[in-house]
């Protein structure tokens, strides 16, 4: 009985210390408590999370062309061709600001197209046109806010539309052909060109009150140029005539007469109003085929040639001054533009981009951008392109 409890008792007595033993150990992966925090010690509250949306990505700037100029010419490029309009191209124009270029087809009466367009020089883009006006167009020419732009139009109207929506603001209508426009440099008077069955008249509006101020006989057949004088004092006209006349904004009356050596359609001043351009044929063959196109330079105010500018061997339909007056750029019958130096008169360079006659040019105000419109019935956006 001794030897059965012992067998019993010594295991069971093993096992009940070996419990015990367990049960007083520390277990391995107790933590060890805090460390007392002393009155320095902050404990920071939880703050409430919140999504912030993404930051905007900032817009990029579209970097300055370089300005147009003797240094940079032989990198003069198009940058944008708008091609197969529809119609030959009249006239294109530059907003004061350099951000709009607009263009008019309707130079052929056999063409399908005759309206307004207007691109956005930075991309390109069409922003506007007009409906179909159903008439050949003759000219086109901002106010010098921007803010409008007037339509010449073969059956005597003038149309007046807001920029860049090209919705119709006003019509004033004419009892022929208005063949040339202008805006006054304060943007009170637009005159208009008109070919009448006596002869070229001019036409002076009042914009903001639609009144006519005056008009006045000024060329037989039509009135293909005007322009005024960036100080406001002088309107010029040209015509097939073979002259310019300078009026006297303020009371309509003829100061000079410029006898030229041939048939002039287009005119310009210079912006610091020191120079006056004519674009002509100086001379033609027994067949009327024109072999000398030139460009004269006049001293405003003098009103003496200075200079003429040669090179062309057809007619120079269209010109403009560079915005410092540093340059003169041309459109020939002969399909090119070309470039002259003001000061020296000599021939910079020429450029063939159209596969027609370089009907229509203007020079961007800030002088970064080069216009061009042609019989091949379209219209190149020319730029320092490296």
């Given at each position: 009985?001794?030897?059965?409890?012992?067998r019993w008792?010594?295991?069971?007595?093993?096992?009940?210390?070996c419990?015990?033993?367990?049960?007083?150990?520390?277990?391995?992966?107790?933590?060890?408590p805090?460390?007392?925090?002393?009155?320095?010690?902050?404990?920071?509250?939880?703050?409430p999370?919140?999504?912030l949306p993404?930051?905007?990505?900032?817009?990029t700037?579209?970097?300055?062309?370089?300005?147009?100029?003797?240094?940079?010419?032989?990198?003069?490029k198009?940058?944008?061709?708008?091609?197969?309009?529809?119609?030959?191209?009249r006239?294109?124009?530059?907003d004061?600001?350099?951000?709009?270029?607009?263009?008019?087809?309707?130079?052929?009466?056999?063409?399908?197209?005759?309206?307004?367009?207007?691109?956005s020089?930075?991309?390109?883009?069409?922003?506007?046109?007009?409906?179909?006006?159903?008439?050949?167009?003759?000219d086109?020419?901002?106010?010098?806010?921007?803010?409008?732009?007037?339509?010449?139009?073969?059956?005597?109207?003038?149309?007046l539309?807001?920029?860049?929506?090209?919705?119709?603001i006003?019509?004033f209508?004419?009892?022929?052909?208005?063949?040339s426009?202008?805006?006054?440099?304060?943007?009170?008077?637009?005159?208009?060109?008109?070919?009448e069955?006596?002869?070229?008249?001019?036409?002076?509006?009042?914009v903001?009150?639609?009144?006519?101020?005056?008009?006045n006989?000024?060329?037989?057949?039509?009135?293909?140029?005007?322009?005024f004088?960036?100080?406001?004092?002088?309107?010029?006209?040209?015509?097939?005539?073979?002259?310019?006349?300078?009026?006297?904004v303020?009371?309509?009356?003829?100061?000079?007469?410029?006898?030229?050596?041939?048939q002039?359609?287009?005119?310009?001043?210079?912006?610091?109003?020191?120079?006056?351009?004519?674009?002509?044929?100086?001379q033609s063959?027994?067949?009327?085929?024109?072999n000398?196109?030139q460009?004269?330079?006049?001293?405003?105010?003098?009103?003496?040639?200075?200079?003429?500018?040669?090179?062309?061997?057809?007619?120079?339909?269209?010109l403009?001054?560079?915005?410092?007056?540093?340059l003169?750029?041309?459109?020939?019958?002969?399909?090119a533009?070309?470039?002259?130096?003001?000061?020296?008169?000599?021939?910079l360079?020429?450029?063939?981009g159209?596969?027609?006659?370089?009907?229509?040019?203007?020079?961007?105000?800030?002088?970064?951008?080069?216009?061009?419109?042609?019989?091949?019935?379209?219209?190149?956006l020319w730029?320092?392109?490296?």
């Open positions: 009985m001794r030897k059965k409890m012992a008792f010594v295991p069971n007595l093993f096992f009940m210390i419990l015990a033993l367990f049960a007083c150990s520390k277990p391995a992966d107790e933590p060890t805090p460390a007392v925090l002393s009155a320095t010690d902050v404990v920071p509250a939880p703050q999370t919140a999504t993404p930051s905007p990505i900032p817009p700037a579209t970097p300055l062309r370089p300005i147009i100029a003797q240094s940079n010419i032989w990198e003069l198009p940058l944008y061709t708008f091609s197969a309009l529809g119609n030959s191209i006239a294109v124009a530059f004061p600001s350099g951000d709009y270029l607009a263009g008019i087809t309707g130079g052929s009466s056999n063409g399908l197209d005759h309206r307004v367009r207007l691109w020089t930075g991309t390109g883009e069409l922003i506007a046109q007009t409906e179909e006006l159903g008439v050949d167009t003759w086109v020419a901002f106010s010098p806010r921007g803010e409008s732009l007037a339509l010449g139009l073969n059956d005597g109207r003038m149309m539309y807001s920029v860049p929506e090209l919705a119709m006003t019509t209508s004419h009892s022929g052909q208005v063949n426009l202008a805006f006054s440099p304060d943007g009170m008077y637009l005159a208009a060109g008109v070919a069955s006596e002869g070229g008249v001019i036409y002076l509006w009042n903001d009150q639609d009144v006519l101020v005056r008009s006989w000024a060329h037989p057949y039509s009135v293909p140029a005007l322009a004088s960036p100080n406001g004092q002088y309107l010029a006209s040209g015509a097939v005539d073979r002259s310019v006349k300078i009026w006297q303020s009371n309509g009356q003829l100061i000079r007469t410029l006898n030229q050596a041939g002039g359609t287009s005119i310009h001043f210079s912006a610091e109003n020191e120079w006056l351009g004519s674009a002509m044929c100086a063959t027994t067949a009327l085929k024109c000398d196109g460009i004269w330079l006049w001293k405003v105010g003098e009103w003496s040639l200075d200079k003429k500018l040669t090179g062309p061997v057809d007619w120079v339909e269209s403009s001054f560079s915005g410092d007056g540093s003169v750029a041309g459109g020939g019958r002969d399909y533009i070309y470039l002259w130096d003001r000061s020296s008169g000599s021939l360079r020429s450029v063939i159209h596969q027609g006659a370089v009907s229509a040019l203007d020079i961007s105000r800030d002088g970064r951008y080069l216009a061009s419109g042609a019989t091949d019935e379209s219209v190149i730029a320092i392109t490296p």
